[in-house]
Antibody
C-alpha cells in the first residue's frame, strides 16, 4: 500500500524558515517524480514544486522560486521541502504527492504551515 | 501561465441522476502524442485530494466506471453518471502540459 506521511509543519513568523519532510513507503520511491502541492485553508489547490526521479531536475511555481527548495533522498525514501523567507501567503496545508502518467496519483494527509506574527 | 476555468462552481445533484462539470483551458492541452494533458481530482470533505482521471480520459486505479472524462484541445468534461452520496466534494481539473501546473477553481458537488 502506497503511503506518504508528511511532517514538519507548524507556526512560524514571517521571514522564518521551515523544513517539511515526507516519508514514502509501499512503492519504489526512486522510480517516480515527486511533488509538493498546497492548499490554503478553505481555498483551492496550488502546485508548488516537482522533482525528477534522480533529483537532477526541479521545477517551482513563480512565487516560491528562490525561497523554496525541493529535494529527495532515494536511499531513505524521503522527500523534503526547505522553505525560507516565509510569507503570510504561504500559509497552507502542504501535501506530498507522487507523480505518474502526467498526474498526481497518491497524496499524503497534509501538514499545516502557518505563517503569522 | 495556462488558466483553467471550471463551470459551474456549485452543482446540486440528485442521487441516481447524472452530473457534468466543464473545464476550459486558455491554450490547447493536446500534446504531440495525441494525449490531452488534463487531469481530474476529487477532494471529499475532510480528506486529501484523489486522482480520478488522467490524460483526459483514463480512469485512475480503483475509480468507478461512473466517472468518465472527455474532450480535446481546450474544452473538457467530467461526467458522473448515477451520482451517489459518496461523490460529494470539490472537483478540480488540472493541466499537466507545462509548468507551472495550474488548477481550475473547483466545482462543489452536493446532494440536493
Amino acid at each position: 500500500e502506497v503511503q506518504l506521511v508528511e511532517s514538519g509543519g507548524g507556526l512560524v513568523q514571517p521571514g522564518g524558515s521551515l523544513r517539511l519532510s515526507c516519508a514514502a513507503s509501499g512503492f519504489t520511491f526512486s522510480r517516480f517524480w515527486m511533488s509538493w502541492l498546497r492548499q490554503a485553508p478553505g481555498k483551492g489547490l496550488e502546485w508548488v514544486a516537482d522533482i525528477k526521479q534522480d533529483g537532477s531536475e526541479q521545477s517551482y511555481m513563480g512565487s516560491v522560486r528562490g525561497r523554496f527548495t525541493i529535494s529527495r533522498d532515494n536511499a531513505g525514501n524521503s522527500l523534503y521541502l526547505q522553505m525560507n523567507s516565509l510569507r503570510v501567503e504561504d500559509t497552507a496545508f502542504y501535501y506530498c504527492v507522487r507523480g505518474d502518467n502526467w498526474a498526481y496519483d497518491y497524496w499524503g494527509q497534509g501538514t499545516l504551515v502557518t505563517v503569522s506574527s | 501561465d495556462i488558466v483553467m476555468t471550471q463551470s459551474p462552481l456549485s452543482l446540486p445533484v440528485t442521487p441516481g441522476e447524472s452530473a457534468s462539470i466543464s473545464c476550459r483551458s486558455s491554450q490547447s492541452l493536446l500534446y504531440d502524442t495525441g494525449n490531452n494533458h488534463v487531469d481530474w481530482y476529487l477532494q471529499k470533505p475532510g480528506h486529501s485530494p484523489q486522482l480520478l482521471i488522467y490524460l483526459g480520459s483514463n480512469r485512475a486505479s480503483g475509480v468507478p466506471d461512473r466517472f468518465s472524462g472527455s474532450g480535446s484541445g481546450t474544452d473538457f468534461t467530467l461526467q458522473i453518471s448515477r451520482v451517489e452520496a459518496e461523490d460529494v466534494g470539490v472537483y478540480y481539473c488540472m493541466q499537466a502540459l507545462q509548468y507551472p501546473r495550474t488548477f481550475g477553481q473547483g466545482t462543489k458537488v452536493e446532494i440536493k
